[in-house]
């Protein structure tokens, strides 16, 4: 089956994996110009620099919906410049997972496929999907609702290693940001990971860099440009989060669960 991921950022590439690992064939869509944070998790960064690889598989640029086809049905994860998923009709999905997570249903409709699945808040099963999944921390993370919505937004990020909005770094402007430190730097609260016009963008905590924006990423004050993780260890930049492997569990669970199509892959017992 071929399913479109609308989004490619940290949590739509667990999915990703997720289903790629379960034999399904994969198309993403993003934004020209991706803000992903955690870059060296996100099939978005195919986007920009042409392929990516995360663990141990290949996503790469298409131009084009026939080439994403061709590309998805040898096995690699096709990734468009298409953040209103106009590649959608084209391609025929045998599902569609709105993974933008941008709060808000961007256009996602019940007549996209056979399958239609919203990951986070703004969607409601019967009205934009017929399942959504639980992206807050918690213990709903990853449960899937076939009734009603996920839980509304709280502005709050989850905590990790006992910090929520502390970890985040945000743009202390308008403008072009300019990167500093790379993914996986050891910093200490203080230390400046980016700027903006001339102002730092410090971090609040002691941590890994998870995730930065690349340079000359455009942005406005407040926008979420980095992120810190406490727990100090560098090789979770390289791997995907508890959290995004849980959404993707789910997403694979409504998939098998509303396509009415068992797994029938070649497990030896």
């Not at 999905?93 to 808000?104: Q, S």
């Not at 402007?173 to 016009?197: S, T, Y």
């Not at 959404?247 to 497990?267: F, N």
Request: aromatic share 2%; hydrophobic share 45%; proline share 6%.
């Amino acid at each position: 089956m071929l399913v479109v991921i609308r989004g490619a950022g940290d949590l739509a590439t667990g999915i990703a994996l997720r289903l790629h690992r379960a034999g399904y064939q994969i198309v993403m869509t993003d934004l020209p110009a991706p803000t992903s944070i955690r870059r060296t998790v996100c099939f978005s960064e195919a986007i920009r620099l042409g392929e990516m690889t995360v663990e141990d598989i290949s996503a790469r640029k298409a131009e084009t919906p026939e080439e994403a086809l061709t590309l998805a049905q040898s096995g690699v994860v096709a990734v468009l410049a298409d953040p209103a998923g106009a590649c959608i009709p084209a391609l025929r999905p045998g599902a569609v997972v709105d993974a933008i997570l941008a709060k808000k249903n961007l256009g996602t409709a019940l007549t996209d496929a056979l399958v239609v699945i919203g990951v986070g808040p703004g969607f409601t099963v019967g009205t934009d999907c017929h399942a959504a999944v639980e992206t807050m921390r918690g213990h709903t993370l990853g449960r899937v609702i076939y009734e009603g919505s996920a839980l509304p937004n709280t502005n709050i990020p989850g905590l990790i290693g006992g910090y929520a909005g502390e970890r985040v770094l945000r743009a202390p402007a308008d403008g072009i940001f300019h990167q500093l430190l790379d993914i996986g730097a050891e910093v200490k609260a203080g230390d400046v990971a980016g700027e903006v016009n001339g102002l730092p963008m410090r971090c609040t905590i002691d941590g890994v860099v998870r995730g930065i924006l690349p340079e000359g990423t455009p942005v406005h004050q407040g926008m979420k440009s980095g992120d810190v993780d406490p727990r100090c260890r560098p090789e979770y930049c390289t791997t995907a989060s508890d959290k995004a492997l849980a959404v993707g569990g789910g997403v694979l669970e409504a998939i098998l669960h509303l396509s009415g199509a068992p797994y029938t892959g070649a497990a030896k017992l």
